[in-house]
């Protein structure tokens, strides 16, 4: 059975950081090393597939979290059991 799992911008703050959340959030191995290239290791080989991951912009924070979206992004595109999809909430 897919998984899905909804990524929300607006919870983000209740973490320590961006790598907190996603660990948390795609219950990643306690050796999540927190950076880009473990988050790409991380959707290519740790997590269970087969899932769906729902980015959704709903937060008025202006970081910029292009280089994590598109480690997504590309991350879907290797991992043939692996969606990803980028929302944003037009009312924000």
């Given at each position: 059975m897919e998984k899905?799992?909804?990524l929300k911008l607006s919870e983000l703050a209740a973490y320590e950081s961006v790598h907190h959340w996603l660990a948390d959030k795609l219950n990643f191995p306690a050796?999540?090393?927190h950076n880009l290239d473990a988050l790409w290791d991380c959707l290519t080989g740790e997590i269970s597939l087969p899932i769906t991951i729902l980015w959704y912009n709903d937060s008025?924070?202006?970081t910029d979290y292009s280089p994590i979206t598109t480690i997504f992004e590309e991350a879907a595109g290797e991992v043939e059991a692996l969606?990803?999809?980028y929302i944003v909430d037009e009312e924000e």
């Open positions: 899905t799992i909804e050796h999540y090393g008025n924070n202006d969606s990803f999809g």
